[in-house]
């Protein structure tokens, strides 16, 4: 198993948000990997040295997320899409690969949409929005954000989430947990998350004013993309990856056999190697499933 491996905080203002990242690697293209809701680039730290192998790597907490700023607004895939712009400008990266895990892979799709320039190439794991269907748990928060407010940060509790998350519960490290119960703690953190998905979540599952563009647009993808997925993910189905796969041109599909919602914490030996091969391949066939 791959250990976690925390770099140096950097910290950088986008607009008035304090806003923490890591940066890795000093050559190659650059890649920027997106967390997901309510998580922080802890989220990629069995990933980020190998990536830096042979790319400069940037992992930075969302608006409202781990060590950043958590400003009281609307949490919209629109606002933390333009946040993520205003980072990549600010750091000046004029094109990039960008690999998100569900949240943070919905807004790679959308900047991939809206700005395909600056996308050169695009890895979604496990993404949210390609569909109504999301876990009761979630639809439940969004329906009763009381539940989220109430709650406390507690291991125990910690743990009860991450079931939801990962197959194999053993595969998460106490020190992890303990991590994760202090970062609940952060203040503003419950506001933030319950603004996120009370914009993009109700009672019936993720809102069709979230989803419905999204997926109408994805026959417009143009960058080659690769999609990774748990068969066993409790969070967002693994059909919404074969979704991705047929309407997006020039896709492949990975499928992690047990294994959850976090492929990149699961199975980071081959998710690395996975996405490294990806990324420095020269082209992709169109239509490839792997």
């Not at 900047?111 to 949210?128: A, D």
């Not at 109700?202 to 690769?226: D, M, Q």
């Not at 041109?249 to 081959?270: I, K, R, S, T």
């Not at 998710?271 to 066939?285: C, D, G, K, R, Y």
């Amino acid at each position: 198993m791959t250990q976690a491996k925390f770099l140096q905080d950097r910290y950088v203002k986008i607009g008035s948000i304090k806003t923490r990242y890591w940066c890795a690697g000093d050559s190659g293209s650059p890649i920027v990997l997106l967390h997901g809701a309510g998580s922080s680039i802890e989220a990629w730290s069995r990933n980020i040295h190998a990536l830096a192998q042979s790319h400069q790597v940037y992992a930075f907490d969302m608006v409202g997320s781990g060590l950043s700023d958590k400003p009281f607004a609307n949490y919209s895939l629109e606002y933390q899409g333009q946040f993520l712009r205003d980072f990549i400008n600010a750091l000046k990266l004029q094109r990039a690969a960008f690999v998100g895990h569900s949240m943070g892979a919905s807004l790679a799709l959308k900047l991939t949409l809206e700005s395909p320039e600056q996308v050169e190439k695009l890895v979604l794991v496990s993404t949210f929005g390609l569909g109504r269907e999301i876990s009761i748990a979630s639809r439940l928060l969004a329906a009763f954000p009381l539940i989220v407010h109430l709650s406390q940060p507690s291991p125990r509790n910690v743990k009860l989430i991450l079931q939801q998350n990962v197959y194999n519960l053993k595969s998460v490290p106490n020190e992890w947990i303990e991590m994760r119960s202090e970062a609940f703690k952060l203040p503003g953190r419950k506001q933030a998350f319950v603004s996120f998905l009370k914009s993009n979540i109700n009672l019936l599952g993720v809102r069709r004013s979230v989803f419905r563009p999204i997926v109408s647009s994805l026959a417009n993808v143009t960058v080659p993309t690769l999609i990774i997925w748990g068969k066993q993910d409790k969070i967002v189905p693994v059909a919404h990856a074969h979704i991705a796969a047929r309407q997006i041109p020039n896709a492949h599909l990975h499928v992690f056999d047990q294994c959850g919602h976090w492929a990149q914490f699961e199975h980071p030996q081959e998710f690395n190697q996975l996405v490294v091969e990806f990324l420095t391949a020269a082209q992709q066939i169109d239509g490839a499933v792997v």
